[in-house]
Antibody, heavy 119, light 110 residues
Framework: QLQLQESGPGLVKPSETLSLTCTVSGDSISTNNYFWGWVRQPPGKGLEWIGSADYSGNTWYKPSLKSRVTISVDTSKNQFSLKLSSVTAADTAFYYC???????????WGQGTLVTVSS | QSVLTQPPSVSAAPGQKVTMSCSGSSSNIENNYASWYRQLPGTAPKLLIYENNKRPSGIPDRFSGSKSGTSATLGITGLQTGDEADYYCATWDSSLSAHVFGTGTKVTVL
C-alpha cells in the first residue's frame, strides 16, 4: 500500500529556506505514470498547489512561486523534496506531499506537516 | 482568489442529498479533467472523484461527479454525519500552467 510521509523542520525563520522531504513507501517513485508534488494549506484556508516533478527530474511550478521553489527527486532513496526560499509569514501553512496522475488527480497524500515562519 | 469558485457551504439532513458546484472557465474545467477531494477536520485531503466522474477503489457510490461546460458538480446521497467536511474541486489550468483547487465547500449535516 502506497504511503507518503513528510519530514522537516516545523519552524523556519523569515528570509530563510524551507526544506521538506517526502518519503515514499509501498511503491517505486520511478514510474512513468505518476508525478510527485507538494500542496500547501494556510491554517483555516484553502489548498494551494506548489509544484510537481516526475522521476526524471522534470518539474512544473506554480508561476507565482516559481522564483522561490525547487522540487527534486531522489530515486535511490525513493524520496522527493521541496525547497522554498526567502520565506515570510505568508508561507506558514500545512505542507502536504502527494502523488498525482497524468489526469491531474492527486490520489495519495501524506499526513501533512505544519511549517511556521517566525523569528 | 482561486479561479475555481465553489459555494461556501451546503447543508442537508441525514439521508438526504447534497450537490455542490465548481465553476471555472474554458482554460480549466471545460477542457481538463476535474477531480474532487474531501478533507475531514485535521486530516489530509482524500480523493473522491477523478477524471470528472470516476470513483477510486473504496469510495462508495453515494459520491458522484459530473461535468458540463465550464462547471463540475459533486453529489452526495444518503448523507451521513461522517460526511461533514470540506470538499474541494481541482483541475489543471492551461492558461496558468498550474494545478488549481476550488475555494472549498463546507458540508453540514443538520
Amino acid at each position: 500500500q502506497l504511503q507518503l510521509q513528510e519530514s522537516g523542520p516545523g519552524l523556519v525563520k523569515p528570509s530563510e529556506t524551507l526544506s521538506l522531504t517526502c518519503t515514499v513507501s509501498g511503491d517505486s517513485i520511478s514510474t512513468n505514470n505518476y508525478f510527485w508534488g507538494w500542496v500547501r494549506q494556510p491554517p483555516g484556508k484553502g489548498l494551494e498547489w506548489i509544484g510537481s516533478a516526475d522521476y526524471s527530474g522534470n518539474t512544473w511550478y506554480k508561476p507565482s512561486l516559481k522564483s522561490r521553489v525547487t522540487i527534486s527527486v531522489d530515486t535511490s532513496k525513493n524520496q522527493f523534496s521541496l525547497k522554498l526560499s526567502s520565506v515570510t509569514a505568508a508561507d506558514t501553512a500545512f505542507y502536504y506531499c502527494a502523488r498525482h496522475a497524468i489526469s491531474g488527480s492527486h490520489d495519495c497524500w501524506g499526513q501533512g506537516t505544519l511549517v511556521t515562519v517566525s523569528s | 482568489q482561486s479561479v475555481l469558485t465553489q459555494p461556501p457551504s451546503v447543508s442537508a439532513a441525514p439521508g438526504q442529498k447534497v450537490t455542490m458546484s465548481c465553476s471555472g472557465s474554458s482554460s480549466n474545467i471545460e477542457n481538463n479533467y476535474a477531480s474532487w477531494y474531501r478533507q475531514l477536520p485535521g486530516t489530509a485531503p482524500k480523493l473522491l472523484i477523478y477524471e470528472n466522474n470516476k470513483r477510486p477503489s473504496g469510495i462508495p457510490d453515494r459520491f458522484s461527479g459530473s461535468k458540463s461546460g465550464t462547471s463540475a458538480t459533486l453529489g452526495i446521497t444518503g448523507l451521513q454525519t461522517g460526511d461533514e467536511a470540506d470538499y474541494y474541486c481541482a483541475t489543471w489550468d492551461s492558461s496558468l500552467s498550474a494545478h488549481v483547487f476550488g475555494t472549498g465547500t463546507k458540508v453540514t449535516v443538520l
